[in-house]
Structures are given as structure tokens and as C-alpha cells.
């Protein structure tokens, strides 16, 4: 059936488009499929067939891919596994811990605290879950080194509940959801955060859709640790827990080839298929399992489904003629909802009662059995052969399809309702329903004395359930989730590392970009910690001129490079390893970005640190995959993003999607990025240098940032570092690069401050007021406006609540004290940046920048257009000073003529070419 006609969702629509010519015939062959699952199995049944599909093929029979199949399990049940362990003693603790994780949320929900939580979704999935943590889930202490569970964020009460049950959390704790500040010291954040708790969580995942791609890019540093030597990974399993809602996200669904072109069959996804979004039905006129089922097989994944529990299992095997396989098909989403918001007796009639043979099938069973007929993902047998056949399943990573229902156990009032994601708290009936329901040895007295602070349960350490609980996590290799820092030792590239950043590029030209690519040659190039660097670069290597690392460092690639590369004869040739450093990702930032989280984190994750590297166009960061950084310093990811190609007018020829001016404001509203903008291949010797420093060297107080370097593609020749370089200066953010020629006098005075490419047109300013206008112009080197920023808005705050103390001075009115005259700031990106230190300067203040859409032309014309050129500075500076009376009230407008100021083709300030 073709993709968008009525039931494609539904089914594979193998003979919907061929006619029957003898149906005779047709039904022997089917009989005779019957007979053969009869007497020898499914197993078997399944090698006939898909060795007729093959032979079909060979013959040139159209047989097209099943991506759809029945709405019925995957693993038939005579090939189930057998459940291990103890059902007793897990379904007693399964439902302390749903009650649990659910007087928690109704708790924080009373009327004097009232911060909301998240009941229903751990309800429905906690069987999920608990097969996991007792069967599957791998803690650090396991011989494997333990797996990465990336646990879905709405149903963290659940893993708080479990966390109880193991005694790492006490009833204060759990009184303490959603309260980190009131409650510090016993506060639990509302979702998976690592940083607000970081002994606790590994993987931040609330933000939906980057749970997913991060689990597969995660899947992926595994294998990349094995390849490179670093670690043996290759034990190791990554787990994905995903909403069906979740998967309407593009990033949910956008990365999965790179799961099955590496064969990553060290990943899982588990997708709590509950058929709801968080207003209603994902698909109410369809059927989601299927369509993603459809998806993930077309993508190249082992896809399992886990639609009915073992009750159904008596009625499928009576279905001789297909007709509840039928109805299970046509059943939209929308309904089977509805059906779990009702009552046994409607089912019978809606769902059974459409076929005479499907409602003889349960005429013996009272409303009660029709019932208790549960879905798949709440039937531990089921859920554990599903597991237990992923982790088994080799060449593929693997999808397990889950229906559930959400809210399972919580009554009438919760289960399937579309209000239920948002509903918070239980009247005082819910509550003794739930308990009744999940056999919690608590009185009506109990409940009846404070409705709101119903009882937590525990029913203590020596209970022979936990015994078990605690048991089965000592075998599994200890408690997860949990997150540790303690990582292998390493040392620092020693300074010789940095030498050719200091050199400058002597007769040369060379832009930053190219300054900083020599850089991060020579420091892989060090023997105690070259290896640990992981370039990522998305499909733009030649731009940036990484090109020189193909030969030498080599792309990474699980399957090596088996064909015969095109360029092969060329010094820099396309060279793909097993063993190869550099990432990859090809065109997908995205991905770029998931990568460089999970080699940021290698430190916390695997115990080994790796510091990533990731370069691309300066546009296509933080307002491409802002959300992306936000969730990798939640997971306090430490490495280097470097934004090329930066600026608004540096790129002009690519025009207006290109044209970077405004990444350092984005980059500043995430508090673990440290922006700079620096000018010189010296300047960004000191800031890696530094960067290394804070992160892993012996005296750092905060090792959880992220470096943003914003770098250029224009040439020029890169001077060498200066004598008696004000280093503590450029690092925090300002020093002064070169004072007035000819001395001061008593010449008017004036302050240029310029940021990365806009620095070289500040000295020509200063050379054209030196020599046209007289006036004496000190030029200042801005590595980073954000920082001075943050340090001024600290001593703003020292001063707000420390009023009986003197105030301390920001960092940058220490550099400018005593210069005289106006400050005119001046870089390629709109005047918010450079304003951003307004406030902190007693001067005269202006700022010139480029506001404004970009587009294409040539540099000189662009920055006369923005008016942030070297004459727009010589202007700018003398209209401040005619207001101050130092110069004559003519000479902005003198200025003005004389440099053709309006006129975009007079702009001299730049050179042409874009080489890196």
C-alpha cells in the first residue's frame, strides 16, 4: 500500500494491490503455513518464510519489505525467554515504589508548596523500568564497566522511589522534590539534571529529542574508545527510555541512520508507547506503534514489539480465522485510549463485539477478565524476553515498541484521561484506591489523618523483598543512576606545545582559523596528551582547513575505509580508520553537537577524559542547537567550541544565513560557556591554554565549562606574541594592545576597543587620528566582552549585598582606570555585544557594530554599509569628542565628506579572499 493512503499506518498492505486469482490455492498455502507453526514453531516458520522472500527476490518476484507487521508482539510466545527472577518479591517492591514516586509528586503539590511533578508516566511505565534495574541495567562496578541509561524525564519520581527503596534517599529527600533551594542539602530536581545533582544523574533528558540523538551519538564514543585503544567498551549497553510523543521531535527520529550505518547493537531504545501526548492521543486516527515500527525498520533498526500481555496469548492462539488479529489492526489509537478509560464491559462490546467469532471468544469471561486483559509494557514476562532478545541481537541497534497505558493503577480519574500528564494530585478515594490496588499495608486512618501527606511505605532494609532488590543491583554491578568524576590521571601539553601560536606567521598571512588549526596540530601532536583531543567537524574540514588531519590523525570509522578513495594520490587524502580521531558527522549539527557532549563527558561517563573539539560555521551553533549546549552543560560537558568563519561581515560572499553577528550574545545566556573573541593566534595559544587549566589541571575550582572561540576566515599576518604581555589582562578579557603613537601630550585623548577581526581596522583608526586629526588614541584588545561582563555583574551583586563593604571594582574599570577621553568599542557583531560593558565605564561610551540582517558583498563594502569600519571609527571617535569640546563641532561632519561615509563603495577596510 502506498505511503498516505487510509491504512497505511495500519499495515503493510503486502496484497492490498494484487487480485486473488485462486483463492483455492491461496488458502492451501496458508493452511499450510499453519500447520507447518503448528507442529514445529515459529522459529521455524520464520526461516521458511524468509528464505522464500530471499529466493522470491533472486527470481525477480516484487516481494516489497514488510515494514509494517501485525498488531500483535514481535516474539511469538513460544519463543519467550524465561523470567529469572523472583515475581513475588518484584511486584511487591514494583508497587511500593509506584506509590512511592507518587505521594511524592502529590506531596510537593499541597497548597503551601505547590511545584507540580509528574504522576502518571512513571505509573505506566514502571515495569519498564523495574525489569531493567533487576535484570539488565549494569552499575560501574560491573566487570563490563556498567551501561548509560538515559532514563525518560518525566518519570524521574520513579527512579527517586526506587532510590529509597535502596536506602540512598531518605523521606526528607523525597519531601524535597522540586524544592533545591529551600530544601538544600535534601533536594531532588524535578527531572535528570547532573548538574543540580550530580552524584545522582548521568544524562540530562527532559529537553525531548535529545535524549535520543544523544544516546545513539553516546552509543557511538563507546565504540570510539575501543577503536582508539582508550577503553574496552565493547560490554557495554546504551538504554534509551522515549515518550511516543517524544518521537514527533525531529531530532528524536533525525540521527537514527548513524545507529545502523556503525551497527551500533550496543544500543536500545525503549519507547513507552502509552498512545498519548501531553494534551491527547499522539495519533488518534492512527496507530503509532506501527508508524514507528514502519520507521525504524526503514531506518535499518531490530525493531520489537511488545503490544498484549500474556492474557491475550490464550485468545490469539484461538484466532483461527484472524479476526481479533483484524481488530487489533483497525483499532485506532484514539479508541484503545478510550477503551482503557472505561470499563471491561465496553471493551466487550466495542472491541470484542465487532465480529460474531471475537465476542464468542470471551463470552465465558466476565467484565472483570476483559479487564485485567493488560497491555504488553505491563507484563514483566514479556518486557524481560524483549530485553533479553536486545541485548542479544547483533548487527543492529534495536527498538522496543512498548504499549502501555498511561496512568496505569492510579483509577478512573487518571488512567488514559488526555489531562493526566498535568494532573498532580489524588483526592483522598484515589489515594485509598491506589492503595488498595497496589496492596499497601496503610490504614484508611493513616490516609484519612492529613490527605495531603499521605505515608511514604518502606517496609524496612531486612523486608526479604528488598533483600532481594539489593541482591540483584549487587550482582548488576551497584546502584544506577549514578554519576561519578573520578577519572584516570592525565598531563597537560607542556608549553613547548604552544610555541607556534607565539610566533605569529611572520611574513605570511593566516587567518585565526588557520592560527588556530596550527595550534591544535601541534598539541595532538604531544605525547602525554595528543590522543585525548576529538576533533568534530560537520562536512566542513577543507573550509576550516582541517584538511591536514585526514593523512595524520584520520576520520573515525568503525568499518575502516573499503573502497578506493578518489583522492588517494593527493598529500591530504580522505583517509577513514577504526583507530581514526576526528569525528565526522557529515552535514548535521545536531549530531555534531551530541558528539561533542558525549566525548565532554568521557571523563564522568567512562572514567577517561577526552577534550572535544568542535568547529563549525560560527552561525550554525548557538542559534542552530542552542537547546543541544544547554542540555551538555546540564550534563557538565567540558571541551572547546570553535565558531569559524565568524563575524558579519567577514563572510559576505555566502550572504545572509551565513552571516554570524550575534553568536556571543546567545553564547552568553548558557552560564558554563566562556566566550572569547580574540584577535591573534598568541591570544588563542593563552585562552586553549587556560581552557586545559580549568579543566582538568591541578588547581581548578570550576572544571565544567565550555570554551566558545569565535575565529575568522580573513587573512592577515598574525604578529608574534609582544613582550611583557598583559596575559592575566587577555584572559580575563581586556588588555591594552598598543598605546597612542607619539605619545599623548596634550592632545586629545581617546580609547579604542576592537574585538577579534574588528582589532586591525582599530589600529588603523588609531594611526589615521594620530596623523590626520591629532588625537591620541590608546587601542584595547577585547578577548571577551561577555566575561568582562560577568565580572562586573559579580561586583555589582558583592556590592548589592555587602553594603558595609567597600565595592569592588569591575576587572574592566581597572584596566581603564586613568584612560583618558571617549571609548568608542568596535567588532563584527551587532552593538549588543560591545554594550554589554557599558554600564561598567565612567567614559563617554559609544558602540559600533553590525545590526542588522547580513548579505553579500565584499567586506569593504559590508563594514562601510555597517558603519563599523576603520573611518567609521575615526568618525565615531571625533563626534565623541566634539560633544566633549576637545575637537572642533566640524569635525564628524568634515570626516563624514572626506571618507565618503554614506557612499558603500568608498569601504577600504578589509581584504578580499576567504581562505582559512
Known sequence: MAAGEETSHILSGLTAQLPDRDPEETAEWIESLDTLIKEQGTERAQYIMRSLLQRAGAQSVGVPMVTTTDYVNTIPADQEAQFPGNEEFERRYRAYMRWNAAVMVHRAQRSDIGVGGHISTYAGAATLYEVGFNHFFRGKDHPSGGDQVFFQG??????????FMEGRLSEED???FRQEKSKEGHALSS????????????????????????????????????????????????????????????????????????????????????????????RGNGKIMQELEAFFRGAGWNVIKVVWGREWDELLAKDSDGSLVNIMNETLDGDYQTYKAESGGFVREHFFGKTPATKDMVADYSDEQIWQLKRGGHDYRKVYAAYKAATEF????????????????????????????????????????????????????????????????????????????????????????ERRTKHSEVTLPDAKSYEVAKRGSGKQQAATTMAFVRLLKDLMRDKNFGARFVPVV?????????????????????????????????????????????????????????????????YATHGEPLVPIYVFYSMFGFQRTGDSFWAAADQMTRGFIIGATAGRTTLTGEGLQHADGHSPILAGTNPAVVTYDPAYGYEIGHIIR?????????????????????????????????????????????????????????????????????????????????????????????????????????AEEHAFLNPGEAAKVPFVAQQLAGAEGPVVAVSDYMKAVPDQ????????????????????????????????????????????????????????????????????????????????
Open 538 to 602: 560537520p562536512d566542513e574540514s577543507r573550509t576550516f582547513g582541517m584538511d591536514a588531519f585526514f593523512p595524520t590523525a584520520k576520520i573515525y570509522n568503525p568499518k575502516g575505509q573499503n573502497y578506493l578513495s578518489v583522492d588517494r594520490d593527493l598529500v591530504l587524502a580522505y583517509k577513514e580508520s577504526p583507530a581514526g580521531q576526528l569525528i565526522h558527522p557529515g552535514i548535521n549539527e545536531a549530531g555534531a553537537v551530541a558528539a561533542f557532549t558525549a566525548a565532554g563527558t568521557s
Open 394 to 481: 547483533k548487527g543492529k541497534p534495536t527498538v522496543i515498541l512498548a504499549k502501555t497505558v498511561k496512568g496505569y493503577g492510579l483509577g478512573p480519574h487518571f488512567e488514559g484521561r488526555n489531562a493526566t500528564h498535568q494532573m498532580k494530585k489524588l483526592t483522598l478515594e484515589d489515594l485509598k484506591a491506589f492503595r488498595d490496588y497496589l496492596r499497601i499495608p496503610i490504614t484508611d486512618e493513616q490516609l484519612e489523618a492529613d490527605p495531603y501527606r499521605p505515608p511514604y511505605y518502606h517496609p524496612g532494609m531486612d523486608a526479604p523483598e528488598i533483600k532481594y532488590l539489593m541482591e540483584r543491583r549487587a550482582e548488576l554491578g551497584g546502584f544506577l543512576p
Open 191 to 282: 527531572y535528570p539534571h547532573p548538574r543540580l545533582m550530580p552524584a545522582f544523574w548521568e544524562f540530562p533528558t527532559v529537553s525531548m529529542g535529545i535524549g535520543p540523538m544523544n544516546a545513539i551519538y553516546q552509543a557511538q564514543a563507546n565504540r570510539y574508545l575501543t577503536g582508539r585503544g582508550i577503553k574496552d567498551t565493547s560490554d557495554q549497553q546504551v538504554w534509551a527510555f522515549l515518550g511516543d510523543g517524544e518521537m514527533d521531535e525531529p531530532e528524536s527520529r533525525g540521527l537514527l541512520q548513524l545507529a545502523a550505518n556503525e551497527n551500533l547493537d550496543n544500543l536500545n531504545f525503549v519507547i513507552n508507547c502509552n498512545l498519548q501526548r501531553l494534551d491527547g492521543p499522539v
Open 690 to 794: 587556560d581552557g586545559l587549566e580549568r579543566m582538568y589541571g591541578p588547581d581548578s575550582a570550576d572544571r565544567n565549562l565550555m570554551y566558545y572561540l569565535t575565529v575568522y576566515n580573513e587573512p592577515i599576518v598574525q604578529p608574534a606574541e609582544p613582550e611583557n604581555l598583559d596575559v592575566n589582562g587577555l584572559l580575563k578579557g581586556i588588555y591594552r594592545l598598543a598605546p597612542a603613537a607619539n605619545g599623548n601630550g596634550d592632545r586629545p585623548k581617546a580609547q579604542i576597543l576592537a574585538s577579534g577581526v574588528s582589532v586591525p581596522w582599530a589600529l588603523e583608526a588609531q594611526r589615521i587620528l594620530d596623523e590626520e586629526w591629532n588625537v591620541a588614541a590608546d587601542v584595547w584588545s577585547v578577548t571577551s566582552w561577555n566575561e568582562l561582563r560577568r565580572d562586573g555583574l559579580a
Open 174 to 176: 523525597l519531601d524535597g
Open 837 to 916: 560593558i557599558r554600564q561598567f565605564i565612567p567614559n563617554d561610551f559609544a558602540a559600533l557594530g553590525t545590526d542588522g540582517f547580513g548579505f553579500s558583498d565584499t567586506r569593504a563594502a559590508a563594514r562601510r554599509f555597517f558603519k563599523n569600519d576603520t573611518h567609521s571609527i575615526v568618525t565615531k571617535t571625533l563626534q565623541l569628542l566634539a560633544q566633549q569640546g576637545k575637537v572642533d563641532a566640524s569635525a564628524p561632519g568634515l570626516a563624514i565628506e572626506k571618507y565618503r561615509l554614506l557612499d558603500v563603495n568608498a569601504g577600504t577596510t578589509g581584504g578580499a579572499g576567504g581562505d582559512s
Open 154 to 163: 518525566h518519570a524521574s519520581p520513579g527512579m527517586y522511589a526506587r532510590a
